[in-house]
């Protein structure tokens, strides 16, 4: 029987779907079965008819929705005039991606498993349920369910006789080879060329903005433990458009001595250029690598060697290995019996890629440079809420960003990526631009005049909702009621004078918690208690929208006080429709 056309479509938010997806590729590879990867929206759906054997992989964010890349594909699938039969010679399995403390817990799984069965499908197992709350993580769902998936695919296709399983010690060959080039003066000429030219059509991941950085201002006090941005672009020219609600997001870099902590690991010169030669057939390089590329260009905007890598690092990472006690720990760190010794070790401290090769010196100086797209993935881009409006700043995009700078057991404390770049960054040292592009958020805001709305935004979470007032006032809306909630008034009390200004003017009310000026703490969700009648009559009486934003979120949804109808899913909620909560990745 000829191996069958196996084909895993992922819908990913942070990148873990697109992760397991990569794990089902290797594993279905060493099974000598032929397999291709594609992210949902990429793959023409109508095809699905002619697969034999498909694996949906999938997260859930926030509210039960499909993640961004799968949106397209969600809307086609749930068409109503598609026959009962358009799936029947399709042997399909979803493995899901949640987390089991939502209401919506792997939602998105669940209703896609019952919609192909209702198109005809035939399911080789139930719905894997992935749940990121275990202590083990999603691995710990996901194991015993691909051992039974692989168990119920080669009942079907058989190997071949003359042919066993590739064993999980010997690296499959890589996607990709990297082909230096002969000499290497400086900047590959694609490299300078990316970098000078603008983008044509709107802004978009593969072809971002880069905004020139106007300000960047820190707004919280000088005694406050966190340091918290304003930082404004200027998109003029760029033909980008937003409204209160829509989200900026922005491709960060490693920092330089990050990078060139990473090529003296490896052995690496940051100055080599190379093309890269795909190895696979229907495998395709990177668009947002320009061809010829620089080891530096690789590494500082492409590799994410400042994540804390998978379980699937350590698997390639044991098989790349010549050193026989650092293959023997990282074939444990890569076992399903060493998974609780792998969370001790890098996910509970927060070991990055970068710290973990250097942990392990003999094996990251033998990498291959063939195997660097295989083993780190590439970097994120980050989302940040645009906190202005157009109305107000013309050509003028800003965000608020606080700086994540957090203490663990490790002696150098953990930073985030992005908002450590973006801190970093001073325009007043000459010229800086940051890739950028805009998408539509999570909220929308009512176009009526007289509808009033209730926005509670504690620290940046007050972000949208400043570019929402700015751009209702703009509008002649004035019925704003804003609940915002600090530490401290004179610390972190963001646009404390642009608020009060428009309270004068009569454009917003504004209702404040400050939780570290009394003995008692006090958050905006006290605030609300105490204010129960006007909000309650502003959204029963004058049919307000209700919006919340930042960590209220989590408490108010997981908290002891969490309310008995979630927004826009209760068919009896008399606020349904008008409550918004800004959807969360999984």
Not at 13 to 34: C, H, I, K, Y
Request: charged share 20%; glycine share 8%; hydrophobic share 35%.
């Amino acid at each position: 029987m000829p191996s069958p056309r196996l084909l895993v479509l992922f819908g990913s938010q942070t990148g873990t779907a697109q992760d397991v997806s990569e794990r089902l590729g290797r594993e279905a590879r060493r099974r000598r079965l032929g397999c291709r990867v594609q992210a949902l929206d990429s793959y023409p759906v109508v095809n699905l008819i002619n697969e034999p054997l498909v694996i949906f992989v999938c997260a859930t964010t926030g509210q039960g929705d499909p993640p961004d890349n799968m949106k397209d594909f969600w809307r086609f699938i749930f068409r109503k005039h598609l026959p009962s039969t358009s799936l029947c010679q399709v042997d399909f399995a979803v493995l899901g991606l949640g987390d089991s403390s939502y209401a919506k817990f792997n939602f998105v799984a669940k209703k896609l498993h019952r919609r192909l069965l209702q198109l005809g499908g035939s399911a080789l197992l139930p719905v894997c349920l992935g749940d990121d709350q275990h202590e083990l993580g999603p691995d710990a769902a996901i194991d015993p369910w691909l051992r039974d998936l692989w168990e119920k695919v080669l009942g079907l296709y058989p190997m071949p006789l003359d042919l066993g399983t590739i064993p999980p010690g010997v690296p499959l060959p890589p996607r990709f080879a990297l082909q230096f080039l002969p000499e290497a003066p400086g900047k590959c000429p694609k490299e300078q060329q990316s970098a000078g030219t603008d983008p044509q059509g709107p802004p978009s991941e593969l072809q971002p903005f880069l905004a020139p950085v106007v300000t960047n201002q820190r707004i919280t006090g000088p005694s406050h433990f966190q340091d918290v941005r304003l930082i404004e672009f200027d998109i003029t020219g760029s033909g980008m458009s937003f409204v209160a609600g829509d989200v900026v997001l922005i491709q960060p870099e490693n920092s330089a001595g990050h990078v060139q902590q990473f090529c003296q690991a490896l052995g690496l010169d940051p100055h080599w250029c190379f093309t890269l030669l795909p190895q696979e057939l229907g495998v395709t390089c990177p668009e947002q690598l320009p061809q010829p590329c620089s080891v530096q260009h690789l590494v500082s905007r492409y590799l994410d060697i400042a994540r804390v890598p998978r379980r699937s690092f350590f698997e390639l990472l044991a098989c790349l290995s010549p050193h026989e006690l650092e293959r023997e720990k990282l074939l444990e760190f890569s076992s399903a019996e060493g998974q609780e010794a792998l969370h001790d070790y890098c996910n509970r401290p927060r070991r990055t890629v970068l710290e973990v090769l250097c942990d392990f010196p003999h094996t990251a100086r033998a990498i291959p440079a063939d195997y660097l797209l295989d083993l780190i993935p590439p970097i994120r881009p980050r989302a940040f809420s645009i906190a202005s409006s157009l109305l107000a700043h013309p050509s003028r995009l800003q965000i608020l960003v606080a700086v994540v700078q957090y203490q663990t057991r490790l002696r150098e404390p953990r930073r985030g990526l992005c908002s450590s770049w973006l801190a970093s960054l001073d325009p007043g040292q000459g010229p800086v631009r940051v890739p950028l592009w805009v998408r539509p958020g999570g909220l929308t805001f009512p176009e009526t005049k007289d509808t009033p709305v209730i926005m509670v935004g504690p620290g940046t979470g007050v972000a949208p909702f400043r570019a929402a007032v700015q751009e209702r006032v703009a509008q002649g809306q004035t019925r704003n009621v804003l609940f915002f909630g600090c530490r401290q008034r004179d610390q972190d009390f963001y646009w404390e004078a642009e608020w009060k200004e428009l309270e004068e003017r009569g454009c917003l009310t504004l209702l404040t918690a400050f939780s570290r000026e009394q003995e008692q703490k006090v958050y905006v969700q006290h605030r609300l208690r105490e204010l129960g009648p006007l909000v309650w009559e502003l959204l029963d009486r004058q049919g307000a929208h209700f919006y919340l934003a930042g960590l209220c979120v989590s408490r108010l949804r997981h908290g002891p006080e969490e309310p008995s109808c979630q927004p826009g899913h209760s068919d009896h909620c008399p606020l349904r429709g008008r409550c918004h909560l800004p959807p969360l990745p999984v």
